[in-house]
């Protein structure tokens, strides 16, 4: 009725941007991306009869109502799989720094998926895990695997074929992407509002998704013959288009800071002089470097000149969920 387990978070390269079912979680597009080995989430789920209610620790501290009834909602997708109805303590500990434009939440539910489903004796494949997870959190999908994984969006209105897959183990190319710290404070509008607003009213939004289709192709294609300029050229305009549609919406906004063009400038500069950096953006002002091995200690000291920048996390590929 107990059990442990430990997911990392990821950093997408193509984006999940947008909804076709807000219930099921359920993508307009596929989306692609790097399981990072420095951040991740440790959770421990224990199913017990005697509880009242589900309780939620996060880092050692008991969470209120709205939190709980959060994994509240996750739990319940997981009883159903199993027709239990007994509560859980569900204790969390983030080894991430939460909503600040790294996503917690796909390394937060991917353990909470795998653990629950565990504590609760069912054997599910890596395919079954990622569907439950997304259930939490789409990107939480992906975080199922190691390395370089792809979220394929599927067709069908159930679900059943809307999940992640991995695409190229950890170890089989080692990148380096730069987790570039501006701002700590929690981000205004979350992922989940900002792209259920783009969906609804951004006329670019169509754009986004003819675009990503190929993008998706030629991210893959780079992968395959690991041809890292193609990679991070195909990145990079991904993510631009991605926050592009977002000046598009009703009423429009946008996730960057004068810090985060300060650093995308940055990084152009490198390129300019041959240095191949590329960046990628998520609902948030932080920004993500990427680079090849060799150069990270140069992209590390030419970023860390800038005044604005508080932090930076150097990441590496890293692995899919494991049971502690
Ligand atoms: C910009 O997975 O956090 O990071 O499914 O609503 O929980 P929900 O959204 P979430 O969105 C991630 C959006 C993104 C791009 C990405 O990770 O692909």
């Known amino acids: 009725m107990k059990a442990t387990a430990k997911a990392h978070t990821n950093i997408a390269l193509i984006k999940y ?29 224990e199913f017990d009869e005697r509880l009242t209610t589900d309780i ?6 008991e969470k209120g109502t709205d939190e709980t009834a959060k994994v509240s909602r996750f739990l319940n997708h997981v009883r159903k799989l199993t027709g239990d109805t007994r509560f859980a303590i569900v204790s969390s500990q983030n080894h991430v720094p939460t ?15 795998a653990a629950s489903s565990k504590a609760l004796g069912l054997e599910l494949d890596g395919k079954e895990l990622s569907k439950l997870a997304r259930r939490g959190s789409g990107s939480a999908c992906r975080s ?22 991995p695409i190229l183990d950890q170890k089989a190319w ?37 675009a990503t ?19 991070g ?24 800071q004068p810090a985060t063009l300060e650093i995308i400038d940055c990084v152009q500069h490198l390129r300019s002089q041959g240095l191949l950096a590329y960046v990628t953006i998520d609902a948030g ?18 970023l860390n000149e800038i005044d604005s920048v508080k932090e930076i996390f150097v990441c590496h590929p890293g692995p899919g969920i494991s049971y502690l």
């Open 99 to 113: 909503a600040a434009g790294f996503a917690s939440s796909a390394s937060g539910y991917a353990a909470l998926a």
């Open 213 to 231: 289709e190929q993008e998706l192709r030629i991210a893959k294609k780079a992968i395959e013959k690991r041809d890292f300029e193609m990679l």
């Open 285 to 302: 002002p932080n920004v993500k470097v990427i680079c090849q091995p060799d150069d990270e200690r140069k992209v590390f000291q030419t």
């Open 56 to 61: 939620f620790y996060l880092n050692g501290e």
């Open 233 to 256: 050229e195909t990145l990079e305009k991904n993510a631009f288009k991605m926050h592009a549609t977002t000046l598009g919406a009703d009423p429009p906004f946008f996730y960057w």
């Open 174 to 210: 080692n990148l380096s992407i730069l987790s570039v710290m501006i701002e700590s404070k929690q981000k205004k509008i979350l992922s989940r509002e900002g792209m259920k607003r783009t969906v609804q009213t951004s006329p670019f939004y169509d754009g986004w998704l003819k």
């Open 144 to 165: 199922i695997y190691g390395g370089f994984v792809e979220w394929k969006k599927g067709v069908k209105e159930d679900g059943s074929d809307s999940y992640a897959v």
């Open 17 to 45: 941007w947008g909804k076709r079912n807000e219930e099921l979680i359920l993508p307009t597009n596929s989306s692609l991306s790097i399981t990072l080995d420095l951040f991740y989430t440790e959770t421990t789920v």
